[in-house]
């Protein structure tokens, strides 16, 4: 379970020796570490960011793994982890790159975004 590697990941770059210091740090219950780490409950998006950025880890990596493991359906986690992985793999250029490319789709003058992006590629 990813979620279980980035609590793991976070206490380990804040040299915690319990789960309760990261409960602590989350502001949560401390038996909700234990609920995370045995599958009961799922990291939320905002908890994923904060244990990410503590870690040292790209928070849209972190992101990823978290929906992987809360998807059901083995053919769309196994999609979620590929995804990860693909992004892991290929670092924050290809990431940067993905949201650029739909940042000009999305944009209402899309001519001349496009153009400005070729300017800033060459």
């Known amino acids: 379970m990813y979620q279980n590697q980035l609590l793991d990941a976070y206490k380990k770059a804040k040299s915690y020796v319990q789960d309760k210091q990261i409960a602590h740090d989350l502001n949560l219950p401390r038996q909700r570490i234990g609920e995370m780490r045995n599958g009961k409950r799922y990291i939320s998006d905002s908890e994923a960011v904060f244990l990410a950025d503590g870690a040292g880890i790209d928070p849209e990596i972190a992101l990823l793994g978290c929906h992987a493991d809360r998807n059901e359906n083995p053919r769309v986690k196994a999609m979620w982890e590929s995804i990860a992985k693909k992004f892991n793999g ?33």
């Open 90 to 122: 290929q670092g924050l250029r290809a990431i940067s790159m993905a949201s650029a490319g739909l940042a000009l789709v999305l944009m209402p003058d899309f001519a001349h975004a496009y153009q400005c992006a070729l300017c800033i590629l060459c």
